[in-house]
């Protein structure tokens, strides 16, 4: 049976000086989703829908990821995995033809994954006067997600059939987004959005991990300042910008993840 590496100075030809503890979140399971929400229902200001009511299409804009609720439960019949409920808050924005008028609304979207997330038990407390009480036993849920894209909308005079929203149901942050109140009552017309949504979820759980460690980190650039006033100097030592002026022959495929395939 080999030796187990324990922390301190080690023996290495890649210039590992010595094994390390930390204390750190390890992720314990992932997912990534490309998610095409077809028909999800726009709640619109009050102003917009007036423009709506007498539009014959709406064309998309853009839409932009406000926030995301994020809540992780045990699966009592699977041990070790948790469910992960996320909820998308969107903020919508398109164009009332033909009217020409810029229309925005909120739009929610409820996803729920299943993670690995393994098990705990441990009480934790600290120094600095945070005190975790009961079992520590719960993971913690991480969402990244980017604003997602536009694909298509549409007006229907008689809505879908769905479970509804009430204003109470939203938090105040999210309504902040908005410059007037939102219309969450029954309307002749229904504002409906086609996004497709890139997001990685990931359940991650404190834990001690030993790792291998090279040096301290320690900065290499220069901190480097100006004594200069004169705002014309400094702009004169910035390169002109020429690639703002004339678009590439090609976008890199990493560069503009909403490019077509």
Not at 76 to 105: H, I, M, W
Not at 160 to 172: A, C, H, K, T
Not at 176 to 199: I, K, P
Request: hydrophobic residues 35%; contains cysteine.
């Amino acid at each position: 049976m080999a030796d187990r590496v324990v922390p301190g100075p080690v023996n290495s030809d890649d210039c590992i000086k010595e094994a390390v503890c930390i204390d750190t979140r390890k992720i314990m399971d992932s997912c990534r989703d490309k998610d095409c929400i077809e028909d999800l229902r726009v709640y619109p200001t009050i102003c917009s829908q007036r423009y709506l009511q007498s539009a014959f299409s709406v064309r998309p804009r853009c839409a932009e990821l406000l926030c995301c609720k994020v809540k992780v439960k045990e699966i009592c019949l699977n041990r070790g995995y948790y469910t992960v409920d996320v909820t998308y808050f969107y903020k919508v924005t398109g164009e009332a033809f033909p009217s020409n008028q810029v229309v925005t609304g909120l739009a929610v979207f409820d996803k729920r994954v299943m993670l690995f997330g393994s098990e705990g038990r441990v009480k934790s407390f600290s120094s600095d006067g945070c005190c975790e009480c009961g079992d520590n036993n719960m993971p913690y849920a991480v969402v990244d997600a980017v604003d997602p894209i536009a694909l298509h909308m549409n007006l229907a005079d008689t809505p879908l059939p769905e479970p509804g929203i009430e204003q109470r149901d939203i938090p105040e942050t999210i309504l902040n987004h908005f410059d007037e109140e939102l219309s969450f009552g029954a309307c002749d017309r229904a504002w409906y959005v086609t996004l497709g949504q890139f997001s990685i979820i990931r359940l991650i759980r404190n834990t001690q991990l030993l790792i291998p460690a090279y040096d301290y980190c320690m900065p290499e650039k220069e901190c480097v300042g100006t004594s200069e006033d004169d705002p014309c100097t400094m702009f004169g030592r910035i390169r002109f910008p020429v690639e703002e002026f004339f678009p590439p022959d090609a976008v890199e495929e990493c560069d503009e993840y909403k490019s077509l395939v």
